[in-house]
């Protein structure tokens, strides 16, 4: 029986999480899968309760379960804190223990969708692609940090500083996430980086280039960050699988998931050499929206799908979950957040039940 930690974390985390569960629940109920779900604590609530954004309680569940589903975390309430003890802290702290280097953040247009952009509807219709992520690298990571008073042209004061630094094998193992995903697709990678200007990511570009050598089947391009960036709402058809690093994936991941319409619709995973992975959607905590029955569920639906797929080897119940989604997408059903005239707008807990229904 696979063991799946389950988190909420803050927010609006509690609520769609649950939608999630309610989700695995039905599959279970019916015997499609076989779970054990356990609860931790993780960001903001976990720094209250005990101090630390990742309690040592979490860190033993979570190294011993065969996937994680992360609700979002942090919140104003937790702005000031000191750095070690933010919420954020807590989940790098997490991808980081487990060993997650591998990001996917699949942007998929739902046909259902295609007006929800606030891009023309012919440049998004059809859109599918997928960034890969590194996920535990690059100047997240990357020692010294920090913010010190130093003599600057021979005066005193402070300066903040940072270190963005990949080894070889940081680099070959995430293209290699990259190639292989690829080749279950439209075999094209487009890696990105910032070659004119930074060593670190010279070396990456080397180091893809190599790693290509193994997979003669994919067509490899190379962007520059700004450039993609651009692109990116140019003319986003043209990627088939973006591979880049930490920092720059997560701009164009918030980039990319814009063009699906909403951010509320975006899953992701993130795993480990061994198909261990986190699962969350990739929007926030949203403490505007929280506990208000407002937040969309679906991108935390879709990550289940996600968790079926790569953790638990399930393709045919994470086809289920995705047709669910798609069917009530059809049916009109609609959270505030991809809401358009003439839709049924509903609830978190409506969303839920009607994928569960659908199922
Ligand atoms: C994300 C988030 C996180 C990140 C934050 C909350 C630390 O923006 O998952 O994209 O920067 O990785
Ligand atoms: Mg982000």
Redesign the pocket.
């Known amino acids: 029986m696979a063991k799946i930690l389950v988190i909420p974390g803050d927010g609006i985390g509690q609520e769609i999480v649950a939608e999630a569960v309610k989700v695995l629940s039905a599959l279970q109920k019916e015997g499609a899968i076989a779970l054990e779900m356990d609860t931790g604590l993780l960001g903001g609530c976990a720094v209250d309760a005990t101090g630390d954004p990742y309690p040592e309680e979490t860190q033993r569940k979570a190294r011993a379960a065969d996937a994680v589903l992360l609700g ?3 919140g104003p309430k937790w702005d000031n804190l000191p750095r070690p003890q933010r ?2 802290r807590g ?2 702290g997490i ?1 980081k223990d487990l060993n997650l280097f591998a ?1 996917l953040r699949p942007a998929v247009v739902y046909p259902q969708l295609a007006n929800a952009s606030t891009l023309k509807a012919d440049v998004v219709a059809g859109l599918d692609i997928l960034i890969v992520r590194e ?1 535990t690298g690059d100047i ?1 990571f990357g020692e010294p940090r920090g913010i010190e008073t130093r003599a600057v042209n021979g005066k005193q004061e402070r300066v903040g500083f940072n270190t963005m630094i990949y080894s070889e094998s940081e680099i070959r193992r995430i293209a290699k996430v990259a190639f292989d995903a690829a080749r279950k697709r439209n075999k094209r990678v487009c890696s990105v980086d910032k070659m004119n200007v930074l060593e670190t990511t010279q070396l990456w570009r080397d180091v893809v280039i190599e790693t290509a050598k193994e997979y003669p089947d994919v067509e490899l391009s190379h962007m520059l960050v700004d450039n993609a960036a651009m692109q990116l709402v140019r003319n986003p058809k043209q990627f088939d699988v973006i591979v880049t690093g ?1 920092m720059f994936g ?1 701009i164009l ?2 980039e990319a998931s814009m063009l699906t319409g909403s951010i509320g619709m975006l899953p ?1 995973a993130s795993l480990d050499e061994h198909g261990k992975g986190m699962y ?1 959607p ?1 929007h ?1 905590s949203a403490p505007d929206i929280a506990g208000k029955n407002l937040a969309n569920p679906l991108a935390t639906i879709l990550s289940t799908a996600m968790l079926l797929r790569y953790s638990l080897n399930n393709e045919a119940a994470a086809q289920r979950v995705e047709a669910a989604v798609s069917r009530v997408l059809d049916a009109g059903v609609r959270t505030a957040d991809i809401w358009e005239a003439g839709m049924k707008k509903v609830g978190t807990r409506e969303m839920g039940d009607a994928v569960v229904a659908a199922l």
């Open positions: 979002a975390v942090g919420p954020e989940l790098l991808r990001n996920l997240y930490n997560d991941s918030d992701s969350e990739i926030g």
